[in-house]
């Protein structure tokens, strides 16, 4: 066993990172965490996300970003309360995946780029540990799937340059339908990162113009039928639903932090 965890120190390492604080942090209480329901009756939210219109309503209305739920954080809450397990470790095992994922998932993409183990490592426990995540972990921890998964595809993107499996594909089509559907921009953000890679293989003579043209346009194909379901969704509320943005996030409420210097510290972000 303490062979096994000698050479196994990193993983281990940023796995007890992930979960440990987490579960040692104010047991037994949740925080304002996205949406009630998920605690509630996720099972309820989950049977709900399916659907642009709610009768149960006063008159019926369209629900607010409920499609985003159907994956993957409805499951993953309807799970653990099929299970019986109390909604605070539900939440903060939750929490730690995110880490873990991002963690790994930088660890890997570290080795793909021919980085030493313990380069590998600093990488994954910079990035597993980033400040960034501190606006959302109690709030919007759902938004945080973008910057978990992204170093999984960037790491995809790599391998289609050496060579395109559909493997690779199929795993970049979950990657993605797993990213944006609780929040368009956050997965707009992370959309230059494969671009910059490919761009750089082109420089690098790697790949020709005609080649990078095509996987770009298969993965903007894939993304597009991957992001369907959510596109969708957010489509009907944004046309019949109530404007609850224009109200919840004003521009002057949302811009009146991010003023240059508070963006360079890590705190421009307003809810934060």
């Not at 990193?10 to 009630?36: E, N």
Request: net charge positive.
């Amino acid at each position: 066993m303490i062979k096994w965890l000698r050479q196994r120190y990193d993983f281990v390492t940023l796995t007890v990172l992930a979960f440990i604080p987490l579960l040692l942090s104010a047991p037994g209480k949740l925080p304002a965490d996205t949406k009630l329901y998920l605690y509630l009756n996720p099972g309820r939210l989950l049977s709900d996300a399916a659907w642009t219109w709610d009768s149960r309503q006063l008159g019926g209305w369209v629900p607010h970003q409920n499609v985003g739920y159907l994956w993957p954080t409805g499951p993953w809450f309807s799970f653990f309360n099929w299970l019986s397990i109390p909604d605070w470790i539900a939440h903060r095992l939750w929490l730690g995946s995110l880490l873990i994922i991002a963690g790994l998932g930088t660890r890997w993409l570290a080795k793909l780029l021919g980085l030493t183990k313990s380069a590998q490592f600093i990488a994954a426990l910079c990035y597993q540990l980033s400040p960034f995540v501190l606006p959302y972990i109690s709030r919007t921890s759902a938004l945080l799937l973008p910057w978990s998964l992204l170093p999984w595809i960037i790491g995809l993107t790599l391998l289609m340059i050496k060579q395109r499996r559909w493997q690779y594909f199929a795993i970049f089509g979950l990657l993605i339908a797993s990213s944006g559907g609780l929040n368009a921009t956050a997965l707009l953000m992370i959309a230059p990162a494969p671009l910059v890679w490919l761009i750089d293989s082109y420089v690098r003579r790697e790949m020709n113009g005609k080649q990078i043209l095509s996987i770009v346009g298969l993965l903007g194909a894939i993304t597009a039928l991957m992001s369907a379901w959510w596109i969708a969704g957010l489509s009907t509320q944004g046309k019949y639903g109530a404007p609850v943005l224009s109200y919840s996030e004003a521009l002057t409420s949302t811009s009146a932090t991010s003023s240059a210097p508070e963006v360079l510290r890590g705190l421009g972000y307003w809810i934060f």
